[in-house]
């Protein structure tokens, strides 16, 4: 079976996932905030009627209303509305649990299970974290998104960058952090821009 690729040709869930990176050198002087590329890494998007229910008899736990993310050992589920769910490997350079489930879901033929709403193809992956994350995107997002209010597992479907985003607080590096999932031709406009509000702080 040949392996799945993103739309820029990069087999996803590469052996060796990108490390963190700052947006900007320690020495410019700007903002403290790394940038780690997710979007080769695999994940899977169930949407429509069945999504939710063939995922809970599956034992996963879904959040239970929209705009929530609930995390777990191995799979984090984003709802993003009723029957649209986002499942991200917790870890993700083990995405076993992701590559189960979508295994699971592909030979399912007597039951409901919604679409597969292809998440992976459409949508760009970034994590940003770091001492001075919650600054830079109190710059370029609308919601307030911080520490104290916009809580691990609050979901955001609003704007970055002057573009639609999803924004998940997930703290994935062991400190504060978001996942933002956006139209994945607009990947290096997204880390020019975030580059940009960096070093000029």
Not at 66 to 77: E, K, L, P, T
Not at 116 to 135: K, M, N, Q, S, Y
Request: charged share 20%; hydrophobic share 40%; glycine share 8%.
């Amino acid at each position: 079976m040949a392996k799945r690729r993103t739309p820029l040709g990069l087999s996803y869930a590469p052996p060796n996932v990108p490390s963190p990176a700052r947006l900007v050198p320690a020495t410019s002087g700007g903002l403290d905030v790394t940038l780690r590329d997710l979007t080769a890494c695999d994940r899977l998007g169930l949407k429509g009627r069945g999504a939710s229910g063939w995922l809970s008899a599956r034992g996963l736990a879904l959040p239970q209303s929209n705009c929530r993310a609930a995390v777990s050992a191995h799979v984090d589920a984003v709802r993003l509305g009723s029957e649209d769910i986002l499942l991200l490997p917790r870890s993700p350079e083990h995405p076993e649990g992701i590559q189960q489930l979508r295994a699971d879901w592909q030979v399912a033929t007597d039951v409901r299970k919604g679409f597969d709403a292809l998440r992976e193809e459409t949508w760009a992956w970034f994590h940003i974290g770091g001492p001075d994350v919650f600054h830079l995107m109190s710059m370029t997002c609308p919601v307030d998104l911080g520490l104290e209010r916009f809580l691990p597992g609050r979901v955001a479907q609003t704007r970055v960058a002057q573009m639609d985003c999803i924004v998940v607080r997930s703290d994935r590096a062991g400190g504060p952090g978001f996942d933002l999932f956006f139209d994945v031709t607009s990947s290096a406009f997204m880390r020019d821009s975030l580059t940009v509000l960096a070093s000029a702080s």
